[in-house]
């Protein structure tokens, strides 16, 4: 028997793997999240699958501390980072992993809890998307709209409404597995 996947999901491993076992499965760890958001950002004008061969690195560079340690990191750090290709070379995305981990431990700093912040964009509700094929799936949403903005009024960087949707999408905020792929669960409410 063949396993169906959505179409966006091609051959490579990493693809199958994150579509079978990450994708559209809720997350609530903060520490994931935070991986997630800034990923997403990286992907910024890139296909993810760019993103995903080079998502070891980033665990290594960045994701593998905790967030205020991320924080804490210097332009110079920053710029010694640009040295490996295992990164998308780009300092303005680089420096916004920086940032949004400053923007998140200032949410936290307000007594506000970065992933019930999140999570309350879909009033903690999962949405059961009805998609016949992937690219009937909008790229941006009114929640994922009004989180862009609330993200960059927090001083998120490359947190667009088409970067939040896909965010959305990672975490489990919205499931958008084709209807015909074998991995299109629903989540009780």
């Known amino acids: 028997m063949t396993i169906q996947r959505c179409a966006w999901c091609s051959e490579n491993p990493l693809y199958i793997a994150y579509h079978d076992t990450e994708w559209a499965k809720p997350s609530f760890d903060e520490q994931h999240l935070f991986e997630m958001l800034c990923l997403e950002g990286q992907q910024a004008g890139l296909s993810w699958i760019t993103v995903l061969k080079k998502r070891a690195c980033y665990q290594q560079h960045f994701f593998q501390y905790p967030i205020a340690e991320i924080a804490a990191l210097s332009d110079l750090q920053l710029q010694e980072k640009l040295q490996d290709s295992g ?50 799936a909008p790229a941006q949403t009114a929640q994922s709209q009004a989180m862009s903005k609330a993200l960059k009024k927090h001083g998120f960087k490359f947190v667009g409404p088409t970067t939040c949707y896909a965010l959305m999408q990672a975490i489990g905020m919205v499931n958008d597995h084709e209807n015909h792929c074998d991995f299109k669960y629903t989540h009780a409410e």
Request: net charge positive; aromatic share 10%.
């Open 87 to 136: 990164l998308i070379r780009h300092i303005g995305k680089l420096t916004a992993i920086r940032d949004n981990a400053k923007a998140w431990q200032q949410l936290k700093a307000q007594g506000i809890h970065p992933v019930e912040f999140l999570w309350n964009f879909v009033e903690g509700h999962i949405a059961n998307n009805d998609v016949v094929e992937y690219r009937s």
